[in-house]
């Protein structure tokens, strides 16, 4: 089985990947690895960095925030190389599918990369915490119009309610029987 999860910045697209990863087994990549590993052997960046201090100003880059840097980095590379990233995607992917793997991709971002899940098979899913797109972000725009075959709310969970990350991850375990039994 093959899903990938798209959504904004903050809409808990990694809690649901994560969430399929540990209660079901999924493979979980992420869409905008070729990015990040640039990002990091480019300004020479410990891995840990981008995931630590993701949205502090940096000496390594020149007083830059990662993820902003990172997102003008995604959008300059899908508006000028609109298939590079999903031609890796496609790579990663169908190494694991070909193992008999289920994955789950996070981070699908561009309709190109959603694509390419749909031609393997896959189903985008759409995070959604209710939030209007911030303009400023280009890559979460262009996410807006990638169209999904399902939506998880994370609303409450962007509220902060008691048990709402329960509540995502029930609806992720429902979301995961409709699509066996579509298959089936």
């Known amino acids: 089985m093959l899903i990938g999860i798209t959504g904004g910045s903050?809409?808990?697209?990694?809690?649901?990947?994560?969430?399929?990863?540990?209660?079901?087994?999924?493979?979980?990549?992420?869409?905008?690895?070729?990015?990040?590993?640039?990002?990091?052997a480019g300004f020479d960046m410990p891995r840990g960095t981008m995931k630590e201090a993701i949205d502090r100003p940096t000496a390594r880059l020149?007083?830059?925030?990662?993820?902003?840097?990172?997102?003008?980095?995604?959008?300059?590379?899908?508006?000028?190389?609109p298939n590079a990233t999903s031609e890796v995607l496609q790579r990663r992917v169908a190494k694991r599918v070909s193992q008999g793997k289920s994955v789950v991709v996070d981070g699908i971002r561009s309709p190109v990369e959603a694509a390419t899940l749909?031609?393997?098979?896959?189903?985008?899913?759409r995070a959604d915490?209710?939030?209007s797109i911030d303009p400023a972000k280009p890559m979460d725009v262009?996410?807006?119009?990638?169209?999904?075959?399902?939506?998880?709310?994370?609303d409450a969970m962007a509220r902060g309610d008691k048990g709402a990350k329960g509540a995502v991850k029930e609806a992720v375990d429902n979301m995961l029987g409709d699509i066996r039994n579509c298959d089936s």
């Open 142 to 154: 262009m996410q807006q119009t990638v169209q999904p075959h399902y939506k998880i709310e994370t």
């Open 129 to 131: 915490n209710g939030k």
């Open 118 to 125: 749909r031609r393997m098979g896959g189903y985008i899913v």
């Open 62 to 81: 020149g007083g830059g925030v990662p993820r902003d840097v990172s997102e003008a980095m995604a959008a300059a590379l899908h508006r000028t190389a």
């Open 10 to 40: 903050g809409n808990y697209k990694t809690l649901i990947a994560k969430h399929l990863e540990k209660a079901h087994g999924f493979d979980r990549i992420h869409a905008g690895m070729p990015v990040k590993k640039a990002m990091r």
